[in-house]
């Protein structure tokens, strides 16, 4: 660990390794095929928010979709980390969002083209306060919840995730090297929905953590 302040990684953290399609019920819902192997793509550190500030709608999508998500805070980099001692490279956790404009990336994946437009604009990673590894001694097994205007739209369990947190260090350190203050995000449970401007949302890893955003369009 270096001198750097890992509980505020937002602001010089390089890169949002983000997983897709990590829990089958979501994969489902949005008619994917269950990966065989983890679907990977990258978020800007501009993407991040913290609360207080609004989530945009980019002026481009007419359907702007919330996911909850676990993320795994990086606290030691490496290159092609065995699973054995990967969460040892853990630092700790964050509750994010990874908000998506599905109506782009329907029309990305239709073409053949890469997600970006989709995933990686301004605001598109709201994230919660660090939470320390102490805290989370299982992330294997925590419950993940949302709600839009205090409506449940989703809620699930780590342990439904495809790949293990220690999998996807060995599987993305092989491929992108880790470094300090890299942030991973796991994937999203069922329950995906389109919010709108002046939607209030709220999500929250059970006796841990809440968080509140709002909606808003880009003026």
């Known amino acids: 660990m270096s001198t750097r302040n890992i509980v505020r990684f937002w602001e010089w953290g390089k890169k949002i390794i983000c997983v897709g399609r990590n829990y089958a019920d ?38 702007l979709h919330h996911e909850v998500e676990l993320g795994v805070v990086i606290g030691k980099g490496g290159t092609a980390i065995p699973q054995s001692s990967a969460m040892d490279h853990v630092a700790g956790y964050v509750l994010c ?11 990305c994946k239709s073409k053949g083209l890469p997600w970006t437009l989709a995933k990686a604009f301004n605001t598109s990673c ?19 919840w949302l709600k839009v205007n205090d409506i449940l739209k989703q809620s699930g369990s780590t342990s439904q995730m495809i790949f293990s947190i220690p999998f996807l260090i060995n599987y993305i350190s092989e491929i992108i090297s880790l470094e300090e203050g890299d942030l991973i995000l796991t994937g999203t449970p069922k329950g995906v929905s389109s919010v709108q401007e002046h939607d209030e949302l709220q999500a929250g890893i059970d006796g841990i953590v809440t968080i509140t955003f709002k909606v808003e369009r880009k003026s």
């Open 26 to 63: 979501h994969a489902i819902e949005l008619k994917n095929a269950i990966p065989s192997e983890p679907v990977l793509f990258l978020k800007p550190p501009s993407a991040y928010i913290r609360e207080g500030s609004p989530i945009l709608v980019p002026f481009y999508t007419s359907n």
């Open 97 to 107: 969002l990874d908000m998506t404009a599905r109506d782009i990336q329907d029309e």
């Open 126 to 144: 709201p994230i919660s306060d660090f939470i320390p590894k102490e805290k989370i001694p299982d992330p294997g097994s925590i419950n993940l």
